[in-house]
């Protein structure tokens, strides 16, 4: 165990930062609401798995034993007009519902490794936790906070409310006037429901639905947020220390989450909610139907209209390093050219310090201002991720420490100037920061400029499309490596590419 350092989080519940204490010591638990796997992972999504990735991170270099939950969702999560987004997956590629998951829960799994995530603790998948959702349906029953009618069960958000003022609506800051008066999710049989504000936490299954499972009030299949609170309780306890999520996820599903734990077990489910915000293109949200959007292969490609050239991964998760994961990042063409620039520097920084010589003078107890100031640094980067993982304070403090680097490399310091042991303490936080907190790695350039572990990546990712007889989305990576001027060849040892 490492020595304790005061950490403060940003509690969406509280709306305030706190002191993090967790229920036991020395031990984390943590949920993260994963991918619904029926499409490629979007760009925004990266953002937020990267963030949560940093502060697995941190948490586990303080020297906490953490266990990190992030599930799969396949199953339940019901589309605007009603459909399971996994069934309609199915339905339109003519392929059976698993075959969807298995698909994309594949190329969420390369696009992770691709930005250097670390792998959750535990990777549940909803449909593998039917058992553990109707039991939580059930226990809601009992305790009077949800109504069956005719083969479904709906959570009653009107009588839990009456009689727990406050919780409800508290997560989103929604005041309860508001959420009586909306009709939240866009359910089939909105009519049986007593109120709007109620919502499903079992459906009863029509004819065309692909995904069921029996229970004790109908052949049907989970709510969406249902998954989540079973999950999470049956791996982390009726209550743990974090949640998390995307900043979307906050109203309805983190909300009714709360709800459902309440309505279980009569506990709420974390002590410490944390939401990462948005990403923005050119200073707009998002949208598919204006064209307003990139994806990670275009950003790797370098095939959108948005960008004028390829980013590796590594400039890609610079690029969101610079920015508090509770702030917005607008991507710009310029924002990630500079993010580039800014990741080699640290990186041949880097190179510059591991080859600084340490001299073998003793400590005799004395510091120099040049010591005390390099200390100072160090310290305002841990400062900066103990308050709530602010990875733009830390990077910030790195690049200061770089000036000293780079005045001892060019004898603008003597040697002499620091001593041994705040040299090699510079070296092991470098190391510290860059690769183990950060998780940023070191990309191999060939001779002609092309990023030659970014290539392996994408095509590794063509392969895994190949295998999964996805001929569009292998012919759309080598046709954007083609514009980019790369040649891809396929032949009987094995793919290889060149320069074209």
């Known amino acids: 165990m490492k020595h304790p350092r005061v950490l403060k989080l940003y509690n969406s519940l509280s709306g305030k930062k706190e002191i993090f204490n967790p229920i036991v010591p020395g031990h984390v638990g ?81 696009m992770m490794r691709i930005f250097n995530n670390m792998p959750p603790s535990i990777e549940p998948r909803a449909t593998g936790h039917i058992p553990e959702q109707i039991e939580m349906v059930q226990d809601i029953l009992d305790r ?26 508290q997560l989103s800051g929604r005041v309860i006037d508001e959420l009586m008066s909306e009709t939240r999710d866009n359910l089939k049989n909105q009519e049986e429901k007593s109120h709007p504000a109620d919502f499903a936490i079992w459906m009863k299954a029509r004819p065309q639905d692909l995904m069921v499972w029996k229970s004790p009030w109908s052949t049907g299949f989970p709510g969406w947020h249902l998954e989540c609170s079973a999950m999470s309780t049956k791996y982390l306890g009726k209550t743990f220390d974090i949640h998390g999520g995307g900043n979307d996820l906050k109203f309805p599903h983190h909300e ?28 707009k949200k998002m949208s598919k139907s204006d064209g307003n959007t990139i994806n990670p292969p275009q950003l790797f490609s370098g095939d959108s209209e948005h960008i004028s050239k390829a980013y590796s991964p590594m400039a890609i998760r610079f690029f969101m390093l610079q920015a508090h994961y509770r702030s917005t990042l607008d991507i710009t063409d ?12 640290l990186m041949d920084t880097y190179a510059l310090l591991q080859k600084l010589p340490v001299d073998a003078r003793e400590f005799d107890g004395s510091e120099t201002e040049h010591d005390r100031a390099i200390l100072a640094l160090i310290e305002d980067a841990y400062q900066g991720m103990d308050d709530d993982f602010n990875t733009a304070i830390a990077l910030a403090s790195l690049s200061e420490l770089g000036g000293y680097v780079n005045k001892l490399t060019h004898k603008q310091l003597a040697q002499s100037d620091v001593a041994p042991w705040v040299l090699e303490r510079m070296k092991s936080a470098f190391n510290t920061f860059l690769f183990d907190i950060f998780g940023l790695k070191e990309e191999v350039a ?52 060149e320069k074209a």
């Open 144 to 169: 009077g906070y949800a109504y069956e009618r005719n083969g479904s069960v709906y959570f009653n958000v009107i009588k839990f409310s009456q009689e727990h003022p406050g919780i409800y609506g």
């Open 334 to 345: 310029d924002g990630l050219q500079a993010a580039e620039k800014g990741f080699k520097k």
């Open 30 to 110: 943590m949920y993260v609401c994963g991918p619904t796997v029926y499409s490629d992972v979007h760009l925004g999504n990266c953002r937020t798995f990267t963030s949560f990735d940093i502060i697995y991170r941190y948490l586990l270099h303080l020297g906490y034993k953490v266990r990190y939950v992030r599930n799969i969702t396949d199953v339940g999560h019901l589309t605007d007009d009603g459909e399971d987004r996994m069934a309609k997956g199915a339905k339109v590629a003519q392929l059976e519902p698993m075959e969807v998951a298995q698909h994309y829960s594949v190329g969420f799994h390369d």
């Open 256 to 283: 009714n989450e709360v709800a459902q734990s309440n309505g279980a077990c009569g506990c709420s489910p974390a002590n410490y909610w944390l939401h990462t915000n948005m990403l923005l293109l050119n200073g």
């Open 446 to 497: 060939k001779e002609d400029g092309t990023v030659e572990n970014l290539m392996e990546l994408i095509l590794e990712l063509r392969a895994n499309a190949r295998a999964q007889k996805d001929w569009t989305s292998s012919d759309k990576i080598r046709d954007a490596l083609a514009g980019a001027g790369i040649q891809v060849k396929d032949g009987k040892e094995g793919v290889s590419w």
